[in-house]
C-alpha cells in the first residue's frame, strides 16, 4: 500500500466521505490546502451528495487529474485522461457508479450519511475503491 493509499484510508475512516479522502492524499502535491480540498470534495461523497451516481473516488480522481495536468494539455487530452482513468477503474471494479459498487449493500438515498462504525467499514467496500482510486491516478501521473 502507497503512502498516499494509506492517508486515504486514515481520513475516510476519520469520517472524511470517499471523494475528501482521495484528494485530501493529494492536495497539498498541488498547492491546493487541506481546508480547501475538503470543501471541495464535501458534496461528492455517496455518488455525487449521497445519490449513488459516479463513485467519489473516481471523482476524486478526475480532479487530480485537472489539478495535475490542465495548465500543460489541451481539453480533448485532459478529456482522454479522464476516460481512461474511469476505464481503468471500470476494469477493476466493473462500474463507476456507486449504486452498482454497492449492489447487494443497504445504499439509501437519503441524505443522512450512515453511521461510521467497524461494521460500516467491514461490510462496505469503499476502503477497497479508495485504494483503487489512488493506485489508477498514482499510476497515470508517474
Known sequence: ???KSEKAEIL???GYN???AVLGAFCQDYGLSFQTAMKLASSFGGGMGRMREVCGTVSAMFMIAGLA???NTTRADQYRMVQKLAEKFREKNGSIICRELLKGI???TFPVPSPRSEAYYTKRP?????????EIIECQLR
Open 12 to 14: 475516510f475512516r476519520q
Open 69 to 71: 495536468v490542465a495548465e
Open 1 to 3: 500500500m502507497s503512502e
Open 106 to 108: 443497504e445504499s439509501s
Open 18 to 20: 470517499c471523494c475528501q
Open 126 to 134: 469503499c476502503l477497497r475503491y479508495i485504494a483503487d482510486a489512488v
